[in-house]
């Protein structure tokens, strides 16, 4: 069996830190986190082992406590309803997402947003918050021309259209290309802020798939990314397995002369990954 791992897979930057971040944060005792802190299981039963309390509105957590703000980011309104708790924030908001935040925010005084990104997606629903009442969200191609009646309410001649950092390459390029022909009149500037470990992983799921006899993705069911590299490599293999633990590799028939490809998502600890190229040694 030829087993083959992405160079790309597993933690992106931004998790590595929240990760290492929050297990130095519990050294100093009992934490709160608002949301799950990365979209894998595993990782949060860990956590709050070690004492981190996950929840899903700042209601539930006392006043003046400690509080992490996750990577994927939290909209202004958080933030000032966290102040009149005065609740201590831990930020982990990751970098890429921040400057996302900082360029939406100074854009709007002129443009009108677009964001193309998954509308219940914790990230956009952040980078929303800053973009202001002059912005939409595009998921689909449907939603291009409920937002262009939305630009046409207001007085801005320029569109700044942004990205979710875990969306899928393919997707924005098509949707800014649409964008583009329905907003002709309009000045229309694309800032493609998918960040670029998403993009590698993307790119390099393909090839990977193409060479594979069978596809493993590994990573959380509620990770975004994850779920883009398992559309990507069912376009290119005919046998790909979404998996979150070596459980899940137990009803998957291998054959000993197959040649295994390998993808995990952003938030998917390396040693899960090496936990399941070990157990497909062990077994050929």
Same mark, same amino acid.
């Given at each position: 069996?030829?087993?083959?791992? =992405? ?43 070690? =004492? ?42 990751? =970098? ?189």
């Amino acid at each position: 069996m030829e087993i083959t791992i =992405g160079q790309n897979a597993g933690f992106c930057s931004g998790v590595n830190f929240a990760i290492k971040q929050a297990n130095k944060l519990l050294k100093e005792g009992e934490i709160y986190c608002l949301g799950e802190i990365v979209h894998n299981e595993q990782l949060i039963q860990m956590l709050e082992k070690k =004492g981190m309390i996950t929840i899903s509105d700042l209601e539930e957590v006392p006043n003046q406590a400690n509080v992490i703000f996750r990577s994927h980011g939290e909209p202004p309104s958080t933030y000032q309803k966290a102040e009149k708790k005065e609740l201590r924030i831990q930020d982990l908001t990751c =970098g890429n997402v921040k400057a996302i935040h900082s360029k939406v925010q100074k854009a709007k005084e002129t443009s009108f947003i677009l964001i193309i990104g998954l509308k219940n997606h914790p990230e956009i629903i952040g980078t929303l918050g800053f973009a202001g009442q002059n912005a939409y969200i595009i998921e689909t191609e449907d939603d291009i021309l409920d937002a262009y009646i939305e630009y046409e309410k207001t007085n801005l001649g320029k569109i700044y259209v942004v990205s979710q950092t875990t969306f899928s390459s393919q997707k924005f390029d098509d949707l800014a290309e649409e964008i583009q022909k329905n907003f002709c009149e309009a000045e229309v500037i694309i800032d493609k802020t998918i960040c670029n470990s998403t993009e590698n992983r993307q790119l390099e799921t393909m090839k990977i798939a193409k060479n594979s006899d069978i596809m493993l993705i590994v990573g959380g069911k509620k990770s975004s990314n994850t779920r883009k590299l398992f559309e990507i490599a069912n376009k290119y293999c005919k046998r790909v397995h979404y998996l979150q633990t070596v459980k899940d590799m137990e009803q998957i028939p291998f054959k000993p002369t197959d040649k295994v490809g390998i993808m995990a998502g952003a938030s998917t600890p390396k040693l899960l990954i090496e936990e399941i190229k070990t157990e497909l040694e062990r077994k050929f």
